[in-house]
């Protein structure tokens, strides 16, 4: 059973940036695909970034000058570096493992973007 564990989320005004952090369990971390999603309220779960074992990126059109994606595989670890952040970035943060059997989630981490 994989384990996903996001942190670094919290109250950012306008502009601002964070860097989100999700930890995996598992030995096998380097050999999966990982991805970031977001959900707003109201709104449905929508993808935000993705990195491919080998280290290959893909980025919301809409995000991809403020947002970067990368991975340690030597710690489990994927991030989100989120620069200039504006309010419409407000959500909840998830982190996903995609196995050939199925998607593995994090429970979250709320970004809330305000003055």
């Known amino acids: 059973q994989v384990q996903l564990v996001e942190s670094g989320g919290g109250l950012v005004q306008p502009g601002g940036s964070l860097r989100l952090s999700c930890a995996a369990s598992?030995?096998?971390?380097?050999?999966?695909?990982m991805a970031w999603y977001r959900q707003a309220p109201g709104k449905q779960r929508e993808l935000v970034a993705s990195?491919?074992?080998?280290?290959?990126?893909n980025y919301a059109d809409s995000l991809k000058a403020r947002f970067t994606i990368s991975r340690d595989n030597a710690k489990n670890t994927v991030y989100l570096q989120m620069n200039s952040l504006k309010p419409e970035d407000t959500a909840v943060y998830y982190c996903?493992?995609?196995?050939?059997?199925?998607?593995?989630w994090g429970q979250g981490t709320q970004v809330t973007v305000s003055s």
């Open positions: 990195i491919k074992p080998g280290g290959s990126t």
């Open positions: 996903n493992q995609k196995h050939n059997t199925g998607d593995y």
């Open positions: 598992g030995s096998l971390f380097s050999f999966y695909a």
